[in-house]
């Protein structure tokens, strides 16, 4: 069975942490509900764990954090770098919020506040008729970002749209990597500890209609499944 490597870019806020643990974390509940026999290592950028030789690795999921993509930290470069190498071999590959903007910069999209401001709460995603990956013509999974990708790289197909988000999921060509901007990986009740974080950083209508949404049901366990099994199937 192949291993998932989790690459964390970022650390959960120190006063949720204990609620509902680290990205890394929240991301192995997510795998181990679409197939408890996977197992998934992790990589720290944030504990100063180098990067591996992605051409070693079975597969690899880059997740979300505080950090913007075009903020010139140290290691962005690098992991930069390592996203080229790893679509260049065909190693299986998800970004996910800063990591789907992280991989578009990477291949050479463009990334940047949008300045519809902040999405957060539940939103409701237009898929990609004949995407090869996502049925049905929609799906509803929180997000909490103000980056977007607002130009992606020539070699990606957006299969996963909003009026907010015009390119929330990204397949690209060869058919190895995928990222998507909201968060499969999130629990409701962290999605709406989210949002009471960000009150006095977000308009209060923005936050409120976001805690309000949540009380829909989400397909966080349709797309956690989907991006599993595109990290364990698509070697190679």
């Known amino acids: 069975m192949p291993r998932i490597t989790i690459i964390e870019t970022g650390l959960v806020n ?42 070693g690795l079975d597969a690899i999921l880059i997740t979300g954090s ?38 578009a910069q990477a291949l050479g999209g463009t990334v940047r506040k949008s300045d519809k401001g902040w999405g957060m709460g539940r939103h409701v995603y237009r898929l990609a008729q004949d995407n090869g990956l996502l049925a049905g013509e929609e799906i509803a999974v929180a997000c909490s970002h103000q980056d977007q990708v607002i130009a992606p790289p020539a070699s990606a197909r957006t299969i996963m749209s909003s009026d907010f988000a015009p390119h929330a999921g990204l397949l690209y060509e060869g058919g190895t990597t995928l990222s998507v901007q909201p968060h499969p990986e999130f629990t409701a009740s962290y999605a709406d500890a989210l949002c009471d974080l960000h009150r006095g950083r977000a308009p209060e209508t923005v936050v409120a209609s976001a805690k309000a949404s949540l009380a829909a049901p989400l397909d966080h366990e349709k797309l956690g499944g989907v991006i599993t099994r595109f990290l364990v199937n698509r070697r190679s």
């Open 66 to 103: 505080p950090a913007g993509v075009y903020d010139g930290f140290d290691w962005i470069a690098p992991l930069e770098a390592f996203v080229r190498t790893a679509h260049e071999k065909r190693i299986p590959t998800v970004g996910v919020c800063f990591g789907h903007q992280l991989i």
């Open 14 to 55: 120190a006063q949720l942490r204990a609620d509902h643990g680290t990205y890394p974390q929240m991301f192995a509940r997510m795998i181990a509900a679409a197939d408890p026999q996977i197992g998934c290592d992790v990589v720290s950028i944030p504990g100063g764990e180098p990067l591996p030789d992605p051409a």
